[in-house]
């Protein structure tokens, strides 16, 4: 379907598109293609979405100095311990991170992406972010700021739980 033309099943009356759904439709049709890009990255990287996130998380936190463990991957990833186990066996087992012990504490362990997880991450992603940040460096500084302000006002949209808007 032409995001631009219809309306789809939940923004009302088919017909044209007003300013506001036409925006709705374009978010969704930019999710759609993340999602397909995501899922063509985590096939061409032989993995899931959780061990993507995992790496993702870790890549970050090992750039910025923060240790990991894996009861921080347990709650950033929202899954059990035991979860985090399985996740993070199948990391080693593929060689994408190391347990560490903890510089300062002996009885914990760090959990620390590879120098080839890093590299295979940029290579898989690195065109992709490229483009994206090609079409972001288009715009100019006042429609950054309104975009900006716009994607972090939707994120809160979504954060809302029902409870805290009662419906009349």
Known sequence: MDSATGSG???GPDGPLGTPTAVLHALRDYRSAEVATRRSTRDSMG??????LALRYLLRAQASGERVGPKDLSRILGITTASTTSLIDRLVGSGHVRREPHP??????VIVPTAVTDAEVRATLGAMHGRMLSVAEQ???????????????MAE???QRPEDHPQP
């Open 9 to 11: 099943y939940w923004y």
């Open 47 to 52: 993995m899931g979405e959780t061990d993507l």
């Open 139 to 153: 715009l100019s500084a006042e429609e950054s700021r309104i975009i900006v302000g716009f994607l972090r006002r």
């Open 157 to 159: 949209a979504l954060e």
């Open 104 to 109: 300062t504490d002996r009885r914990s362990l």
